[in-house]
């Protein structure tokens, strides 16, 4: 199974970022993604709003997670943008502050749901979910997920 910290490092995380709506915010998602792992653009963003028209991704606690699978994709792929101001969301009560962005091998579809059960875990989580918001740096917020992890791996084990 991947791990988040696995798939998120300092280059797909994205902190302070603005946007005036959730279609541009999956526009910025898909073109990030798309120079990050040199994938088709218009690919990701397809697949990324098929996804949303399907229902909302939104998790809660101010995290939507948009995701799709992708053909022709070798592994996981992942992007993290928490915005500068929160985004009104018109579908939930709740204005979105970050979004987890996730593509997956077309064919993955338990590790698909493996990583959004950890997505889920680490940001239901109230005292890791504050330690994210107040992460001011790359740097910081990628060593909370670090840290998540390596004590996740250790409850596993025990």
Not at 48 to 76: F, I, W
Not at 135 to 154: G, K, L, M, P, R
Request: glycine letters at 4%.
């Amino acid at each position: 199974m991947i791990k988040l910290c696995a798939l998120l490092k300092p280059d797909n995380i994205l902190l302070g970022i603005s946007a005036s709506s959730k279609k541009r915010i999956l526009e910025l998602g898909a073109q990030t993604l798309s120079l990050l792992y040199h994938l088709d653009k218009k690919a990701i963003f397809d697949g990324l709003n098929a996804r949303e028209r399907l229902g909302s991704t939104y998790l809660g606690y101010g995290l939507a997670v948009p995701h799709c699978r992708m053909k022709d994709l070798d592994q996981p792929r992942a992007l993290f943008i928490r915005l500068n101001d929160r985004l009104e969301n018109n579908t939930e009560s709740e204005p979105i502050e970050a979004f987890f962005f996730l593509l997956v091998p077309e064919e993955e579809t338990d590790e698909h749901l493996q990583i959004l059960a950890q997505i889920s875990e680490i940001f239901s989580d109230k005292q890791e979910r504050e330690k994210l918001k107040e992460a001011s740096t790359v740097a910081e917020f990628a060593e909370v997920i670090n840290q998540w992890c390596a004590q996740h791996s250790d409850d596993k084990e025990k």
